[in-house]
Each structure stands twice: as C-alpha cells, then as structure tokens.
C-alpha cells in the first residue's frame, strides 16, 4: 500500500490541458478547421504541441506557420474566431479526462489534499467551470487560476494566487505538468515539480528542465508522492 507523506505535501495544484484532460486533437482538428476557410493545408499535431510547449497564443501559432497569410491583425483575429468556434464543436465529443484522473483526484481529497488548477486558458468566471462540470471532476478541484486572472507561465504569478486560495505555503504544494513552461513556472513559484511526459513537452524535453519527478501518467502521482517511481526509485529527490 502506498503511503502518502501528508505531513509534509498538503496540496497539489495541476496543468489543465494534457495534463488532467486530453485536448490537443481535439484543438489540432479545430486550427486544421481553421485554417482550412483561408485554403491552408493541414498543420501537424506535434507541431501545434511544439507550439503549445512554448507557451504560443493561437495568434502567435498562426504567424509562425503562415506569415504571408495572417501577417494582418484583422486576418488574423478572424482565423482564431472560426478556430474557437471549432473547438467548441468538438470539445464535447473529443476532449476527455486523462487515464486515471478521476480516481487519483478521488484518493488525493480522501487523504486530505487540496487540489487546484493553473492553466493557460483565457477563460474566467463561471465559465472555467464549464468543462471540469462536464467532465465530473469540478467538486475535487478547490482552486482554480488561469491567465486571464494572472499572468500566463512560465511566469509564476498563477500558482502564487492558487497557492494562497488554497490557504497553503508554496513549500507544501507540488505543480503537475506536461510542458516546460509548466516546469519552469512551478520551480519560480518555489513548489516541487512533476513532469508528465506524455503532453506536449515529452521526456527528453522535460528531463532537460529538471522537475522533481517525471511520471508518464497522472494515475502514478500517489506512487510518485511517496517517493517511488515504475522502478522503485525517484528520477531525482523525494518529496
């Protein structure tokens, strides 16, 4: 039986996409839907994932693949509209929870850890509610924080405000992510680090950021918090 440090470790804040749930085809059919009304090809899902790894606003993905297209503001702006409105076409049907999200977010409320979300989406309000209501996994999230509220990572900010919403010291929360900004931003905030290697980063790019921890799923967090990995050993430290 795994046994989880609570004494120390008492809140766990994560990523969002491709982290907790499984996005990217679902955005990489809604940019290639995109694109498709100004008769552009079909862009690659691990290079959009390349661009999500750097932390790109859709504007930005847009400018990097077609400059002679979207170099107008007003072009632009309009490519990103059909983009959104694609995606939340196909969001009910293709964005689903990560393997074991559910049953690790059950265990980490059931041993009494607070759990909160930081991400890079625009959405406030009520509204960044909409998919974790969907996906039933809203009543163990007790915080969250993305960067219409705080400023996007690798910049800290967000997993500051998370931290103190959830009445906690950065010294007691970890930050799961699948990117190197997420590694990055988690490691200024002055939390520990797990890295999921099946996002957009991969191992070898992660690996290189340092985190605490490199696991390939969410489901191997408890197994992680006390210090274990697949082999019996930590890839770096213990928590």
């Not at 990572?153 to 405000?161: H, M, S, T, Y």
């Not at 997420?182 to 690996?207: H, Y």
């Not at 696991?215 to 213990?238: D, F, I, K, M, T």
Request: net charge neutral; hydrophobic share 40%; glycine share 10%.
């Amino acid at each position: 039986m795994v046994t989880f440090p609570a004494q120390k470790i008492k809140g766990v804040i994560f990523d969002l996409d491709q982290t907790l749930i499984d996005s990217l085809q679902a955005f990489t059919e809604a940019f290639n839907r995109g694109i498709k009304r100004f008769g552009l090809d079909p862009v690659a899902q691990e290079k959009l994932a390349s661009f999500l790894d750097k932390g790109w606003r859709m504007g930005e993905m847009l400018l990097e693949a077609f400059p002679s297209v979207f170099n107008e503001e007003e072009t632009r702006k309009a490519c990103q509209d059909e983009i959104r409105k694609a995606y939340l076409e196909l969001e009910p049907e293709k964005v689903v929870l990560k393997s074991g999200v559910k049953r690790t977010l059950r265990s980490l409320k059931e041993k009494g850890v607070k759990i909160g979300i930081v991400t890079g989406r625009m959405s406030k309000g009520d509204g960044k509610w909409i998919e974790l209501r969907r996906l039933n996994i809203h009543q163990y999230v007790d915080a969250m924080v993305t960067a219409a509220e705080a400023p996007a990572k690798p910049a800290p900010d967000g997993l500051i405000l998370c931290v103190r919403a959830l009445g906690l010291l950065a010294e007691e929360c970890v930050y799961v992510g699948d990117s190197r900004l997420d590694i990055r931003a988690g490691k200024e905030a002055g939390l520990l680090t797990v890295g999921i290697r099946t996002g957009v980063a991969g191992k070898e790019l992660l690996v290189k950021e340092g985190p605490d921890y490199i696991v390939g799923e969410v489901s191997e967090l408890l197994s992680c918090l006390s210090g274990l990995q697949e082999n019996g050993e930590a890839y770096r430290g213990r928590i």
